[in-house]
């Protein structure tokens, strides 16, 4: 069974799963940063196989590349090896999140060759 911590977001996530206590001041396993009361995100299982937070935006960021990728995937993401564009993975993950909920997954990206871009972005 999936589960969620937060108030249930659109997504699978929410829809399917469990929702389940939020482990305030575990650290996100993306972004390394503690989760806060008020923040939202599932859980993945780390190398070591123990069940680790993230924060929704973290997981989204993961597979859909930083802020820098989105941004000038040529500059950041080739010449200076940062798709976050210089900022945080936290800070770049909120970005993203916001991009992608304000353009929709329909928006002029999509008729990129998307998945040969993001691939090696991450
Ligand atoms: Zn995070």
């Known amino acids: 069974m999936i589960e969620f ?12 799963g469990r929702q389940v206590t939020t482990p305030i001041n575990d650290d996100c ?5 503690g989760i806060c009361d008020q923040d939202q995100g599932s859980f993945m ?6 069940k680790k937070p993230v924060h929704r935006e973290c997981s989204l960021r993961s597979v ?11 500059a ?3 010449d200076r090896h940062d ?3 210089g900022y945080s993975y ?4 909120l970005m993203v999140w916001d991009l992608i909920h304000e353009l929709g997954f329909n928006a002029e990206y ?7 871009i993001w691939r090696t972005c991450l």
């Open 76 to 78: 950041w993401c080739i």
């Open 90 to 93: 936290r800070e770049s993950a």
């Open 110 to 116: 999509s008729t990129r060759p998307f998945d040969q």
């Open 83 to 85: 798709p976050d564009g």
């Open 29 to 33: 396993e993306l972004c390394g940063e």
């Open 5 to 16: 911590f937060g108030d249930p977001w659109p997504s699978g996530i929410c829809d399917e």
């Open 45 to 50: 299982f780390g190398l070591d196989g123990q």
């Open 64 to 74: 859909m590349g930083g802020i820098g990728h989105w941004n000038n995937h040529v």
